[in-house]
């Protein structure tokens, strides 16, 4: 064989096993999403990114090209989606955008009818995954859970319900100090 077909064969394997460890390196990261409860999937959709496929810094143009939820409501600097969990539920997903257009921070109020068991196993999963993903979480001075991501952002989450109703509402803000 000349020289010229081993080094396009080496090249075409290199490119090959990049592309299989890549692929399993998403699976892996999908994997801990499908151990969850199916409303945090619907949620989170993918790992593959900061949430939901995206990240900071990508354009409100990306967004609204990519994101397949319906919009719920928009405005100069915030886009809102709804994401329908089953027939009672549903989740609102807020992408806040800078003066460049570009994502700042994602947010998340999950609205729920109270159940008290439903209400726990919601809480606990969420808190679960994160605790999974990004280390022990801190409470703090508004007892929200509060984790710090490797990648240097924070995420908060908390139960923003008003008490009065038979409705849960569970708010996740994941931005940048």
């Avoid at 196993?121 to 710090?148: C, M, P, S």
């Avoid at 490797?150 to 931005?175: C, P, R, T």
């Amino acid at each position: 064989m000349t020289r010229f077909k081993i080094d396009n064969m080496n090249k075409t394997f290199t490119v090959l096993l990049a592309l299989c460890l890549i692929s399993f390196s998403l699976k892996a990261q999908d994997d801990l999403l499908s151990k969850h409860i199916p409303e945090l999937k619907k949620i989170f959709k993918t790992e593959s990114a900061t949430f939901r496929g995206f990240n900071f810094g990508d354009t409100k143009t990306t967004i609204k090209a990519a994101e397949d939820a319906p919009i719920e409501g928009e405005g100069k600097d915030f886009v809102v989606y709804k994401v329908k969990i089953d027939e009672n539920e549903y989740a609102e997903i807020m992408y806040t955008f800078d003066e460049q257009d570009k994502v700042k921070m994602f947010g998340v109020a999950f609205i729920e009818n109270v159940n008290l068991s439903a209400e726990e196993r919601i809480l606990d999963d969420f808190q679960a995954y994160f605790t999974q993903r990004h280390g022990k979480f801190a409470v703090n001075n508004k007892n929200d859970e509060v984790w710090t991501a490797a990648d240097g952002y924070v995420i908060e989450m908390g139960d923003s319900s008003d008490g009065k109703s038979d409705l849960l509402e569970i708010e996740i803000e994941i931005f940048k100090k």
